[in-house]
């Protein structure tokens, strides 16, 4: 989802004050970009504190941040919609469709995703990682596959790292969280009732809770740590796509930025494990 998109989305959640700046981007995204934060504060009716503040509620590092990514979103450029695919398609039309689809979403997310919430969501994992707390992943469905990738990505470095997607399972080892473990809740709507109760359980346990999920959804605004996903695929989708890639490549931009703040000790255990599989392998 482009970042006016999520703005868009994003409105209710802001106090009035932030949203007469939104209401800004969004009248004139271009002109925004290019006009100082007096100008801004001035035509928005806010002191230039609250310009700031409003991005920063979005989940940018500030006003130069959020402008940084506009501005590479309008120069993208890329005049492409969502393309759904239908039974009628050609092979030819369904591979395109597919894969642009997938290209887009990327493309989309890499312009206007917020570092800030990224770089707090690092920070938890090195910590429980550290002081060899319990990490865990909840999902449902799709996003269920999702949680176990992570789940064997944080393992090949040497933590405690369990996936669990089902409800029970969730809610029974939520309940034996404790302040010094963490749980990442992986969701595309953001609104299953299992894994909201599995979030509120953790949260009353002391875990810190990260939400990889859309923008505005419940989750959301239940966790701790925030990470948007948020992309313009139909939730009735029957066999979600570009959300499951966005999911996944989310868990490896998490999982590259831990082992590199972590070091040497993690990336020596990560090495290793991949020699002992190479020598394993039967045919070299």
């Known amino acids: 989802m482009s970042l006016l998109n999520r703005l868009r989305q994003s409105l209710g959640t802001l106090s009035p004050a932030e949203q007469a700046v939104a209401r800004l981007v969004l009248a004139d995204a271009a002109a925004f970009q290019r006009t100082s934060v007096s100008e801004l504060a001035r035509l928005a009716g806010v002191s230039s504190p609250t310009v700031v503040r409003f991005c920063r509620a979005m989940g ?46 990327l493309s989309d ?48 470095m040497g933590c405690s790292a369990q996936a669990y997607s089902d409800g029970h399972l969730q809610i029974m080892a939520a309940a034996m969280l404790d302040k010094s473990d963490l749980l990442v809740i992986i969701s595309n709507s953001g609104r299953s009732q299992d894994l909201l109760d ?45 959300s499951r890639v966005l999911h996944l490549c989310i868990v490896d931009i998490l999982v590259t930025h831990v082992a590199i703040k972590l070091g040497n000790k993690v990336q020596k255990n990560m090495a290793k494990l991949k020699k002992n599989l190479i020598e394993r392998r039967y045919s070299r």
């Open 198 to 242: 599995a979030c509120e359980i953790a949260k009353k346990s002391g875990a810190t809770t990260i939400a990889i999920t859309a923008t505005g959804s419940p989750l959301s605004q239940l966790v701790d740590i925030h990470l948007p996903a948020d992309h313009d695929e139909l939730y009735e989708q029957y066999s979600p796509m570009v």
């Open 109 to 156: 997310y890499k312009a206007s995703v917020p570092a800030k919430p990224f770089e707090m969501a690092v920070e938890a994992l090195c910590g429980v990682i550290q002081r060899q707390g319990k990490l865990e992943f909840y999902g449902v469905g799709n996003s269920g596959f999702v949680a176990l990738d992570a789940q064997h990505k944080f393992f090949r």
């Open 60 to 105: 940018y590092e500030g006003l130069s941040d959020f402008k940084l990514k506009l501005a590479a979103q309008l120069g993208d450029g890329v005049p492409f919609v969502h393309q759904t695919v239908k039974a009628s398609d050609s092979s030819a039309d369904l591979i395109q469709k597919v894969l642009d689809n997938v290209i887009f979403t």
